[in-house]
């Protein structure tokens, strides 16, 4: 589930600028990034992402759909080795919303 609402036309002028193809491009970047997530806030249970994990979110956000689907509270894309599935879906996705002319396509 993603969380954050984003308006139909939020997603119509993120859709026709660079903002959906730079994200999808950085899935795989497994760098780390500045943001930490964490399953627990009474544990350490902290985790840097990586800059892939983080431009996941990005794209789920925009889109309004989730392309990864943890199997607990502390997995995370790059950690779950589920890049290659994640990026086949969100390019599948891509594919749909730019024909469709954006929004959801599912």
């Not at 780390?32 to 249970?45: A, I, P």
């Not at 599935?85 to 929004?103: D, I, L, P």
């Amino acid at each position: 589930m993603v969380p954050v609402f984003v308006s139909s036309e939020t997603r119509r002028r993120l859709f026709d600028s660079a903002a959906v193809p730079a994200p999808i491009k950085a899935l795989g970047n497994e760098n780390y990034s500045r943001s930490v997530g964490y399953w627990r806030n009474f544990r350490f249970s902290h985790t840097v992402l990586t800059v892939g994990d983080c431009a996941l979110q990005t794209l789920q956000r925009i889109a309004g759909e989730q392309f990864y689907e943890p199997h607990t509270t502390s997995s995370y894309m790059s950690r779950d080795d589920k890049v290659k599935a994640t990026r086949e879906a969100v390019e599948k996705w891509w594919a749909k919303a730019k024909k469709k002319g954006g929004g959801k396509s599912r």
